[in-house]
């Protein structure tokens, strides 16, 4: 596993510390009661005061502009930390924009979008074709994700249900007010004003960027996932000196208090950390250190994942032998009262606050930098639970697996865990506890803790996942931390879902040598 975290989505050269939002945004969800009540006044000075219609119109398209806003932070998970927050709004703002659709299938084709790479994500009915088409495609863009979502193959079941639901529910609402005679009415206050609205957003958000690429669009472009508010002062500010590179940190002498096997080919290393150099060496869950040992007349470093919390008074790393590995060799014959060169603690494969329901990832190794992330959140927040994904071939090579156990439960159901055995013949797949009768009732329930399942995590399982009890409305954020051929399908189901990049934390990975 290497030193650093990469948030999905990003390019290495456009990855920034996420803002960690508020669980809703107060300017945002302003925004949403001022569009609601200027739509709102509007609609009383058209139906009662019978206002003309040069007033009302304006009034109402304003309104709508707003709401649109607020559909557009929700649809980059902007408006709130918390997922379903992203999606109540959004669902409330989505019938004032448009009539047909519905709001996850909406966020999906302007997500698709942005991952696609086009400048400043133009839409490309908003920007091609004759001039003077163009205010006709304006005012006609929600037919276009309408026509590009139902062209896209294998959506989710809940994701294409509520389109569909919608686009035949509101259009039916619509021709039923028509049907009573109300069509003018109509016309004036919800069906005039939306297709202007609709006609300013794109001739905003793509014409002129085609034109102007500068300034929020391109920021927008680059971090999509910040909110609104956040890019006001970012744009005009100068952009500030680099300060001068830190000095390189330094290696320090640690002694090894003990070696545990916790497989046939992997061990914990636990290293006593001196009084003097405590701050030096205190470190975030997820953190890792970086190893040096003399190895052939020369120095080499490996970089491993802390293992230990930071309420625990020494340091403890895994390493996994790796097949002619010059520096996993050389650890294997590791014994107390040794010295081990160690830099202090970096890496940013950290959660910057308690999230409500946290998803781990893990295969192999990759536990080692999710189970202190796991613990210290269960131990420090009592309102959190954890659902931890863990592929192995099989219980003889399943790092922590007695820890695992213990700790789903010590935390009574917080800490949840699901085991993916890709040696379908391993006997932890029969039974999960051995023949020892349980002692308590207590640890009889303890048992729904955990699950053992056949076969790997494939792109398959994680989209029911996704669609069943792991739906991005009810996790908040996600750490993955497992070889490409895992994580990289649930980096794209979790694109595909729309999980936010902001929500998910990965952690690159390979086996130090």
Known sequence: MTAD???????????????????IVVPTIALLVGGLGVWGCAL??????????????PLHTVAVLALFTVLHEAAHHAAGGLTWVNGAL????????????????????HLAQHRSGSPAHLTPWNTRGPAWTLPLRWASVDLWHVWRYLSTARRPTAESAEMLGMLVFLPCVLAAVIGTGHGQELAVVYLVPQRLALALASWCHDWRPRRRPSGYHRVHAER?????????????????????????PTFHPLTVTGVQWLTGEAIAVTLAVPPGLREVFRFTPGQHLVLRAEIDGEPVDRGY??????????LRVAIKRVPGGRFSERAMGLRPGEKIL????????????????????????????????????????????????????????????????????????????????????????????GARPFESIGQALAIS?????RGGLDAGRIRDLLEARLHPA??????????????GPVREALAAHGVPAAAVHVEHFHRPA
Do not use: M
């Open 342 to 433: 160690a830099r202090p603690p970096s890496g940013t494969f950290t959660l910057r606050a308690a999230p409500r329901h946290l998803v781990a990832v893990a295969a192999g190794s990759g536990i080692a930098p999710v189970l202190p992330v796991v613990v210290h959140l269960l131990g420090t927040s009592p309102r959190s639970r954890v659902t931890l994904l863990y592929v192995n071939r099989s219980g003889d090579d399943t790092l922590f697996a007695a820890e695992l156990s213990e700790y789903a439960r010590r935390f009574e159901g917080r800490l949840r865990v699901t085991h993916y055995r890709t040696d379908e013949r391993d006997p932890w797949l029969r039974h999960s506890r």
């Open 224 to 248: 999509p996932g910040r909110p609104l508010f956040h890019h006001a002062p970012t744009i005009p500010s100068p952009r500030a000196p680099e300060p001068d590179p830190p000095a390189p």
């Open 5 to 23: 975290a990469q948030v999905q989505g990003r390019s290495p050269e456009l990855a920034e510390t996420p803002t960690r939002l508020p669980a």
């Open 305 to 314: 994942a802390i293992c230990a919390c930071p309420a625990e008074p020494e």
């Open 474 to 487: 009810k996790v908040d954020e996600w750490l993955v931390c497992a070889p490409p051929t895992v994580s």
């Open 90 to 109: 959004g669902r409330v703002a989505l019938p004032f924009v448009s009539p047909f659709g519905g709001f996850p299938a909406a966020r999906y084709v």
């Open 449 to 453: 803790y955990e699950r053992y399942v």
């Open 44 to 57: 009383w000075l058209a139906l009662v005061v019978h206002a003309p219609a040069a007033v009302t119109i």
